[in-house]
């Protein structure tokens, strides 16, 4: 874990993430991924590494909202094609394997991966052999570093966002991110923008993440709401659609009419700024 945050579990879905401002004030990002499918042959590895370097220069911490693994080569699932293995993973004990290669693999940035997620592709693992690949893959990079403070969350939940200034609980701000791996087929008209207002609808949060459709894009809302003092307040809420990095165009993919994704996550910033000694909070979204 890189010196200005840490993350901790609250309950089973909600999580804290506590950020150090430092003093001057910095500006502070987080980066969001999700369908990594590492394991894939299509998964673009070199991008997936140069995203998480990006992150590691700055001591940035990572979350991951699901499908980290694409593991449809085992035994039971319907999709299984041992052509689209790749070659290291053509083994017996195909699924020790995956996780294990995966844990050497992140080995670079293990301290910096805040939280991974369950996603439908390792769910449908649960379902059909009982096992968590994810519960495993944490404990196999924590077990390796120490210093990791990787934790393991459900299907969606929340993060609690903390910002403060030398751990000066005076001088903090706090932001709710809620997170779910995502649902439905993300049409090409809507793109699963549509999906973002049925979320809405049924859990509060400043930042909306999520990815599962495999497009890529962010939408703003904004809210208006009484401050505790009753005075007219405005929120601005970020919906973020994490992409893919799992770049396919063929097969399966294009028999549904579908052809190149934009792939990659999105970093948010996060900048503090002291005005007549309240704390203003700005936030943005952005390419790595």
């Known amino acids: 874990m890189p010196g200005w945050w840490t993350i901790q579990d609250i309950e ?15 500006k502070r990002r987080i980066l969001h991924m999700a369908d990594c499918h590492w394991d894939s042959k ?16 700055e001591g940035a911490p990572v979350l991951i909202y699901g499908d980290f693994f ?37 080995k670079p940035w293990a301290e910096n991966i805040a939280l991974i997620s369950l996603g439908n592709h390792e769910t449908s693992i649960t379902k059909r052999h009982e096992i968590n690949l994810l519960d495993r893959l944490v404990y196999a990079i924590k077990s390796a570093n120490p210093k990791c403070e990787t934790q393991l969350g459900k299907y969606w939940g929340f993060v609690n966002l903390v910002f403060h200034q030398q751990r000066n609980q005076k001088r903090s701000v706090s932001r709710t991110l809620h997170f779910s791996h995502g649902y439905g087929g993300g049409g090409p008209v809507s793109r699963g923008l549509i999906d973002h207002s049925r979320t809405r609808s049924q859990y509060f949060a400043h930042y909306y993440l999520s990815g599962h459709v495999h497009w890529k894009n962010t939408d703003q809302n904004v809210i208006a709401h009484l401050s505790r003092y009753g005075k007219l ?56």
């Open 12 to 26: 089973p879905h909600v999580h804290r993430l506590v950020m150090d401002v430092g003093n001057p004030i910095q």
């Open 42 to 57: 299509k998964c673009d590895r070199a991008l997936l590494a140069s995203h998480l370097d990006k992150a590691k220069a």
């Open 70 to 106: 694409d593991v449809m080569g085992g035994k039971y699932d319907p999709r299984s094609s041992k052509s689209e293995l790749r070659e290291e993973l053509l083994v017996g004990n195909y699924l020790d394997e995956v996780v294990k290669q995966a844990a050497d693999w992140l």
């Open 233 to 288: 307040q405005r929120s601005q809420q970020h919906f973020i659609r994490c992409g893919p990095y799992k770049d396919e165009y063929d097969g399966w993919h294009a028999e549904q009419g579908r052809s190149f994704r934009p792939l990659g996550g999105w970093f948010t910033e996060h900048e503090l700024s002291r005005t007549k000694g309240n704390m203003e909070y700005l936030s943005r979204v952005v390419e790595p």
